[in-house]
């Protein structure tokens, strides 16, 4: 297991401080990775890495380079028999999209909507 | 079988006739004959005929039907033709054939022919505008059921298990379709409730379900759940065919993604 955190800088949502990755991949289920990625690039801006399992790394290049090249739908979900990959655009800034990687769980719908929430947060 | 980009050509062609105009769609050769046409009626394909096609709807009614003989056809016939009567909806209307059989056996007639007609070396397409019947929609066929239907014909096996699979996995107000990936194309094979796309959106969605699949596939993704553009869109391959779920609604997307996290689930 390895964590390697660089803090986003960001503000509050509604007042409340916005999560930072490390945050977010504690309160999602089974996280294994949570980055903000560029899509247009496929560039991660930054990452906090819960595993350091090659094959979650693999998957992030998977991912940005799968939200580079389909026209950067605003929200995706892909899904392997031991992962899933969840994408999603930043409501409020749509140069940034949150990836989160999760091993399976029976919680998918719950960490989608989590991933969703964190997203939509409004930085301020 | 006609090429794709020529079937492409003519759909897209189609697509182009002012969508309350009734008329015909004729192909002429170079010698000036007549080789066929397609009548549309409101953007939609009521029928298809061929010189080249030999067979007659007459022919396809009776192999369906285990009562109705050609006597009976040719007096409806003969009745619609005095009285300036659609042909199909008549026979519905007597109780002859069941609105279905009707359907199926029009929808062959109509991909058949028309993939005669494709078959022509001319490139000439007249326009020629006429008054409509009033068709009964279900006995019209638009472009993206055109399209499936001919390729469908092409490959008659894997469009089955395609519309099988398709089938089986459609939820309630759920809409989709597969596609057969091939070197050098995607052929659409079956389609459920995707009558009414429009030729763009049927190869848009197709190619980006697609090229996400390509990539992903790569790292093991099984199943892929993506917004695009206000519709939930699964996508997932089985063999050389990738299928498609659409839905719609506020709560289309985790509802589609409750449903396919099935698909992936390990026992």
Sequence with gaps: MTAATTAPVMAGVDGAAMPSLAEIADHVPRCLLAAWVEPRTATVLEQHVVHGDPRVALALDVTTEVMRSSERPPRMVLLSADHVLIVQRAAHDPQRALVVICARSANLGFAVALVRMFADARVT | ?267
């Design chain 2, 1 to 267: 079988m006609a090429t794709v980009p020529v079937t492409l050509e003519v759909l897209q062609m189609l697509e182009q006739v002012p969508a309350n105009e009734c008329g015909a769609l004729v192909r002429q050769r170079t010698d000036g004959t007549m080789a066929g046409a397609l009548l549309v009626e409101h953007g939609r394909v009521c029928w298809a005929m061929s010189d080249r096609y030999p067979r007659r709807l007459t022919d396809l009614l009776v192999a369906e039907s285990d009562t109705l003989t050609r006597e009976q056809i040719n007096e409806v016939f003969a009745l619609c033709r005095r009285d300036r009567v659609p042909l199909g909806e008549t026979l519905v209307a007597r109780g002859l054939v069941s609105l279905p059989v009707l359907h199926r056996v029009l929808f062959r007639h109509t991909c058949e022919a028309l993939d005669c007609l494709l078959r022509e070396d001319s490139e000439l397409w007249t326009w020629v505008e006429h008054s409509g019947y009033g068709y009964h929609p279900m006995l019209t066929f638009s472009t993206a059921e055109l399209l499936t239907g001919i390729h469908a014909l092409e490959h008659p096996t894997i469009a089955a298990r395609a519309l099988a699979t398709l089938g089986a996995a459609l939820g309630p107000e759920q809409r989709g379709f597969a596609i057969q990936r091939t070197r050098d194309a995607r052929l659409p094979l079956a389609q459920i409730g995707c009558e009414d796309l429009d030729l763009v959106e049927f190869a848009d969605l197709a190619t980006q379900a697609n090229d996400v699949m390509t990539t992903a596939s790569t790292v093991a993704i099984e199943v892929v759940v993506a917004m695009i553009g206000e519709r939930a869109c699964a996508s997932w391959v089985e063999d050389d065919l990738l299928f498609l779920i659409l839905c719609d609604g506020e709560l289309a997307f985790n509802r589609l993604l409750a449903q396919v996290a099935t698909l992936t689930r390990r026992p």
